[in-house]
């Protein structure tokens, strides 16, 4: 079993919906992030949270600790919205860093 | 990404040939990370370096060696690379602990 399981791997939605990407988690962390990546794109880094939620635009990040589940959420979803989400979280090593382990990611594809 | 660079963007080599990835970063953060990205696995890391000459190994190091002799790089080595290896390398850079990651716009690298 993955220590990072998301769900769902494929979604897709019409433009204007409300997603929803789940993500849970089986190890102690000192924080949660939310990555996004376009197709054949790099890597982004969405938010980065220990408690509560963050938001930004219309994305929104949610985490629970104590059930160890995060869920990412996109209002009014647009087709540029389309890309890889991956979920990972951290700990911290003994050199000071956060390492991260991801999830295999959730592809979203939103139709016009 | 602003602020880190990789290099080159892409590489098509030979089995059993050395080839040498490159990562820029102009932050000077102490931290940096080289992962492999493979479908069905997510990211997962290889190396990374908490300071210069410091590094240690990820999950999936076997076949790769790193140097980092400034802040500003850390390159990656395969000594004798192999089909396995085909896969896209991204280089992220992170502060100190709860800073977040920046990645790299990353590396296909194809092994024939």
């Known amino acids: 079993k993955n220590e990072v399981e998301q769900s769902p791997q494929n979604l897709t939605a019409q433009e204007g919906e409300f997603i929803t990407i789940n993500c849970s988690y089986s190890?102690?962390?000192?924080?949660l992030h939310w990555l996004q990546q376009h197709p054949g794109g790099g890597i982004v880094s969405l938010f980065m949270l220990s408690s509560g939620k963050k938001k930004h635009g219309r994305l929104i990040a949610t985490i629970n600790i104590q059930e160890k589940h995060s869920s990412l959420h996109i209002t009014a979803s647009h087709p540029r919205d389309s890309a890889v989400y991956i979920c990972?979280?951290?700990?911290?090593?003994?050199?000071?860093?956060?390492?991260?382990?991801f999830g295999t990611g959730t592809r979203l594809t939103i139709i016009p | 990404d602003a602020g880190i660079t990789q290099s080159p963007r892409h590489k098509v080599t030979e089995t059993g040939t050395p080839v040498t990835l490159r990562c820029h970063q102009t932050e000077n953060h102490r931290y940096m990370y080289w992962y492999r990205q493979d479908p069905g696995h997510g990211l997962r890391l290889i190396h990374y370096s908490y300071g210069v000459k410091d590094t240690d190994k990820g999950e999936v190091s076997d076949g790769y060696s790193v140097s980092r002799s400034k802040t500003e790089d850390f390159l990656l080595t395969l000594e004798s690379a192999t089909s396995s290896q085909t896969s896209v390398y991204f280089c992220?850079?992170?502060?100190?602990?709860?800073?977040?990651?920046?990645f790299g716009s990353g590396t296909r690298l194809t092994v024939v």
């Open positions: 990972a979280v951290s700990a911290v090593s003994n050199f000071g860093n956060e390492k991260l382990t």
């Open positions: 190890v102690g962390i000192s924080a």
């Open positions: 992220a850079i992170s502060g100190a602990s709860y800073y977040g990651y920046t």
